[in-house]
């Protein structure tokens, strides 16, 4: 064995890879693209073509390609949304329409993928390289936060100043008229957000999937508000709350408190819209040029993510198939504010 067998030119390996791809899928994020921007130049600078996806998997399977050159993802650092759109695609859920996908990346000359998004674009991007043999790497760009393996992603914190701006406008409705409000945020099966938001506006009571409790911290927050005639206040609401969201729980409410003046509020989709914060901007530009180099390593059905600040890579099948845990001790210290 000679001595460049046994440690071979790195610029040999990265010949390998020729070109690449990168697509967004699922929900928008703050932030999309500034990683789509990392990914192109990153891959440009090691002598990569790069094309863009456009409309996600359902764009893989149509052939909706573009070729990225480092001028066509100039000034996009700043913007919301995505450049290259995204969409669902119940097709990519058959085998056929894998099949398909796998077609258009083969006679595009696809080498690898780059897939943004959250654990359903990964599921998809697992499945289809366990099925094609095709390297995958995503990057976690979702304003949930509830990606197993990293402490970050992609979108929550603009999502997360977004909502704190909003809340704190409901406020000084809330105080002027003397009213409740139940001001309802995104998070269908994680209260992250509507945990972290709540204690930086100061929320009265926190409604997460993850704690029944809180309920009864509710009706407490409620019988001391008739005693001390304090009848405003702000309730944040998880979509997800296993009792149907704001609307149910406010008309419950006014049905068993009807001197109360109970308003609700769903933000919806302008938490996922807006300039991305500096953090954003920042970590998606890091993780978007670990995940070329990553490629470029060889590497596969990988997550990037970030854990102490630091880079690390998770598995697709541990980053889609485990729990994202929450800190519960966040809601007592959330109660400890309101004493």
Request: proline residues 3%; glycine residues 10%; neutral net charge.
């Amino acid at each position: 064995m000679t001595t460049k067998d046994m440690f071979p030119d790195v610029s040999e390996k990265k010949r390998k890879l020729q070109k690449i791809a990168v697509f967004t899928s699922g929900g928008d994020a703050p932030g999309m693209n500034a990683a789509i921007r990392a990914v192109t130049r990153a891959a440009i600078a090691n002598k990569l073509k790069v094309v863009g996806i456009r409309r996600g998997y359902q764009g893989m399977i149509e052939g909706d390609f573009i070729p990225l050159k480092a001028s066509d993802v100039s000034g996009i650092l700043q913007l919301g949304g995505t450049m290259l759109k995204t969409a669902r695609s119940s097709a990519f859920r058959t085998p056929e329409g894998r099949e398909l996908a796998y077609q258009q990346l083969k006679n595009n000359e696809i080498d690898a993928v780059v897939v943004i998004g959250g654990d359903g674009s990964f599921t998809g991007a697992l499945v289809m390289s366990q099925e094609f043999n095709i390297p995958f790497v995503g990057i976690p760009a979702t304003i949930d936060n509830d990606m197993y393996g990293t402490d970050y992603t992609i979108g929550y914190e603009t999502a997360l100043n977004s909502v704190v701006e909003a809340v704190d406008k409901i406020r000084d409705t809330a105080r002027s008229h003397g009213r409740i409000f139940f001001v309802e945020v995104m998070g269908h099966e994680a209260g992250l957000l509507a945990l972290n938001s709540g204690i930086a506006c100061g929320a009265e009571v926190i409604l997460i999937p993850e704690s029944k409790e809180q309920h009864e911290e509710l009706a407490k927050f409620l019988s001391k508000g008739y005693k001390n005639k304090e009848t405003s206040g702000i309730i944040i609401v998880a979509e997800g709350d296993e009792t149907g969201g704001a609307m149910k729980i406010a008309e419950k409410v006014r049905t068993e408190h009807p001197d109360l003046d109970v308003r609700v509020s769903i933000l919806g989709h302008i938490q996922r819209g807006g300039s991305p914060a500096a953090k954003d901007r920042v970590n998606a530009t890091r993780i978007g040029v670990a995940a070329v180099e990553a490629l470029l390593d060889d590497q596969k059905s990988i997550m990037i993510g970030l854990c102490n600040e630091k880079i690390v890579q998770v598995p697709f099948n541990k980053a889609v198939k485990l729990n994202h845990s929450i800190d519960l001790n966040l809601l007592e210290i959330q109660r400890l504010m309101n004493y």
